[in-house]
């Protein structure tokens, strides 16, 4: 989610000067220009008066430090409505309201992001990147798993969750770098990360195929990626609890995009339930680790009849 980037250009994308934005535009790290790349052509990134210029022509914006490496035009009609609805406000009561619905849901809000962080299988050292990093509500967790030698990276549409995903990541005690960026169009070279994880957001991108395709580009072989979202499995659906939050909210209707996994680039797929069974959680790895290649029509045919199963 996010407030307000560029303006496109048939030449390229024009950097402007924060100026009355509340930030001001200044450079990246260098081990950022490694993996950075441009959204839309791949192209390599260089700073250059005080924001990041591709080779191929396209400019970006550095703003209060984060890399601003989108073009607003070709975000969908459903990003642009949303990103309007998180302002920083918004973002700094994000997290009280996701704790109370824990609450609500009967669990314990810490601890599921714990056990979904652990699902990745995260060792010291690893760079492992977040989409739709948030308020960086999940960034402690990952941070206890890479310790001091890992490094963190986290991209969001919403400058205002990033203004308080950077609070929370300079308490952390490994480096933690953001982007503003879209989860569709990934700004990353391929695969630039040891882990890939993504919670809360995945059934309103205006292209999920393409968002699950690039989060599995910018990863290693054989790297795990945890994916997941709202949807009820169906012993949580026919609950009192589960009809009542449909109601509350349509979002918990989805199930699993099984269909929508780029089913020939990874393997060792597995549905995971979290939150007492109210979002699920894919979790699979980048082909060509030490898994075998999933059998494609079979096995989605099995998490499909494991995710509709009744106790």
């Known amino acids: 989610m996010q407030r307000q980037a560029m303006l496109g250009s048939a030449r390229g994308f024009l950097p402007r000067r924060a100026g009355g934005q509340g930030g001001e535009e ?26 990041l210029v591709a080779e191929s022509g396209q400019a970006y914006r550095v703003v209060d430090g984060v890399p601003w490496l989108l073009d607003e035009a070709t975000l969908s009609a459903l990003d642009r409505d949303f990103q309007r ?56 967790f990952l941070a206890q798993r890479v310790g001091v030698e890992g490094r963190l990276y986290g991209l969001d549409l919403s400058s205002g969750m990033l203004g308080v995903a950077q609070k929370r990541a300079a308490l952390l005690v490994c480096p933690v770098h953001l982007v503003r960026g879209d989860a569709v169009h990934l700004p990353f070279a391929d695969g630039a990360f040891d882990a890939v994880l993504h919670f809360g957001g995945l059934n309103l991108f205006g292209d999920r195929a393409q968002a699950l395709a690039e989060m599995v580009r910018v990863v290693k072989p054989g790297a795990m990626l945890v994916v997941g979202d709202e949807g009820m499995s169906e012993a949580r659906r026919g609950s009192w609890l589960g009809r009542r939050l449909v109601k509350m909210n349509s979002l918990y209707r989805f199930r699993p995009p099984f269909h929508l996994l780029p089913w020939d680039r990874i393997e060792n797929v597995q549905l995971h339930w979290a939150w007492r069974q109210v979002f699920w959680l894919l979790r699979f790895q980048a082909a060509g680790g030490s898994g075998q290649p999933d059998e494609g029509e079979a096995l989605r045919e099995r998490l499909v009849s494991k995710a509709s199963a009744r106790p």
């Open 26 to 51: 200044m450079s990246v790290p260098i081990e950022w220009l490694d993996m950075l790349r441009c959204p839309y052509t791949q192209a390599r990134l260089r700073a250059e008066g005080g924001g």
């Open 85 to 140: 609805q998180y302002t920083e406000k918004d973002a700094r009561s994000y997290d009280r309201q996701v704790r109370l619905m824990s609450l609500l849901f009967g669990c314990w809000e810490p601890r599921e992001r714990r056990k979904m962080v652990n699902l990745l299988d995260l060792r010291p050292g690893m760079h492992v990147l977040e989409v739709s990093v948030g308020t960086g509500a999940n960034l402690p």
